[in-house]
């Protein structure tokens, strides 16, 4: 079974989504038998965002200098560790020139061990209007719901620009939209296929995110993209995404029987 987890959150900076701190998150690791931890808080910073939550920003001054203190929170708990501990970023990609260029600035400056590319948000084409699902449909605010609807095709090209970026280890949870309940009929089985041509054509690893079966009873993404993925020998990691310790691991076993039922070929994995 996969002794490692690369996609995980704490409650960095006392604000973060995760519920603990880095050290708790280490110390669950290693006795769960992990032998690898990457912490992986959001790195969600893009200038036309109004922020909407601690967690993302419009200053890029003031995201660098959180960016650094969360990475040395990390390396220091990671000192009295006796398992190997990465510092990274799941990151909101945005496909303009202008975040590329912010986002080359953020990486140059905080020198994280690696990036996970992710897709939380939505947005207009120019990305002048960029919109938290979340708060839409934990909210309604600040948008109608009609709004986030109309705006839904471009997610699918921010993923599949991140995959053709080069920046990510591996990108995040490929439908993660089903979770709203968005993208789910097979009117998008299109932009899902761009997906799999996309991973494919890179052989980019992508991840199969086990909190999917927390809140969809499906984990990311669909079995049967999955399926296709491996028939084209694209590299899947597990990820728990956990946000707590509780979920460290969480959904393991499950996903290592599908894996093995579906005869998955190629695992990511760091060296080290
Ligand atoms: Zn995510
Ligand atoms: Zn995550």
Redesign the pocket.
């Given at each position: 079974m996969q002794n490692f987890s690369y996609?995980?959150?704490t409650h960095a900076l006392n604000k973060y989504d995760g519920k603990n701190t880095a050290a708790e998150m280490i110390k669950q690791a290693e006795l769960i038998g992990f032998k690898e931890l990457g912490i992986?808080n959001?790195l969600c910073y893009h200038p036309n965002l109004t922020p909407s939550n601690p967690m993302a920003y419009n200053d890029i001054k003031k995201a660098i200098e959180d960016y650094k203190a969360i990475i040395e929170e990390i390396r220091q708990a990671a000192k009295s560790s006796a398992i190997k501990i990465y510092a990274g970023f799941?990151v909101d990609f945005f496909p303009s020139k202008k975040w590329r260029d912010s986002f080359e600035k953020i990486m140059s400056e905080i020198k994280a061990d690696y990036y996970?590319g992710?897709s939380h948000f939505m947005r207009n084409k120019d990305e002048t209007d960029i919109i938290n699902p979340y708060d839409v449909l934990l909210h309604g605010y600040p948008y109608p719901h009609e709004e986030l609807v109309k705006n839904f095709p471009n997610c699918w090209d921010n993923v599949v620009e991140s995959i053709k970026s080069g920046y990510f280890a591996f990108i995040?949870?490929l439908d993660l939209y089903k979770i709203f309940n968005l993208g789910v009929g097979p009117e998008w089985d299109k932009p899902k296929w761009k997906i799999i041509d996309a991973l494919s054509e890179s052989k980019q690893p992508y991840e199969l995110n086990t909190?999917g079966w927390n809140k969809c009873n499906e984990q990311h993404p669909h079995t049967w993209m999955l399926k296709e993925l491996n028939r084209r020998d694209v590299p899947v990691v597990i990820?728990d995404?956990a946000?707590s310790t509780a979920m460290l691991g969480q959904h393991y076993q499950r996903a290592e029987d599908l894996l093995q039922e579906i005869g998955y070929q190629k695992r990511f994995k760091f060296p080290f």
């Open positions: 996609h995980s959150h992986t959001h799941e996970i992710a995040a949870h909190s990820s995404d946000h």
